[in-house]
């Protein structure tokens, strides 16, 4: 789609978006959930969401999939995060979208759902990134939240952030190769105007981040 078609989609939607939106806020609320300092988990869903605003029209091929693309941002975190099943996102998601639309958002969210694991490894491995890459509009929802979390993690001084920043930075080669189907079908795509804007919030360094971008992204 082109930015204005988006764009256009986005405001004939934009009821819809946010009952979306304030449906998985309650959800994430219900569960006491937070975000970094202690904010509501609705500011992160928010920050995926924003990506997406911004992005999804690199990816989105149709009008019929812009609603499925930002249930599945809103909801990415429900059954990891938020207790709830497969079959629970699937019964949100009918309550709002079409049946064909409900199944691409619960099949996004379900993708974007970490294995059970000892460790963050464990938690994302191969089998997970197989999952995201299988899965329309997945790769994309996935870097858009990765996006939001690097964005934070590069906002604060505090420790943890600092931490988070140097774990997501290491990362950032496996983790471009894992989500990357090396598709020709746009939904399973992730523009690099997304991949740059991340790798821009994680170098410090103006005279690498050229050369380090660059890298990143042939790697990619």
Known sequence: MTRESFETCMQK???S???IGQSAHDLHQSVNQTYGDNLPYGYHL???VNNIRDFGHLVCVQEADVLPLFFGGYYHDSIEDARLT????????RHLLTVEQALMATEIVYALTNDKGRTRAERAGEKYYKGIRETPYAPFVKLCDRLANITYSCSGVDGDNLRMKEVYKAEMPHFLTSINPHSDDPRFQVPQEAVLKLAECLI???EREERDCRDWWNHY
Do not use: L
């Open 17 to 19: 978006i946010e009952v």
């Open 13 to 15: 939607y934009a009821p």
């Open 46 to 48: 928010d920050m995926v």
């Open 204 to 206: 410090d360094d103006m």
């Open 86 to 93: 497969y079959n629970d996102v699937m019964k949100t998601a």
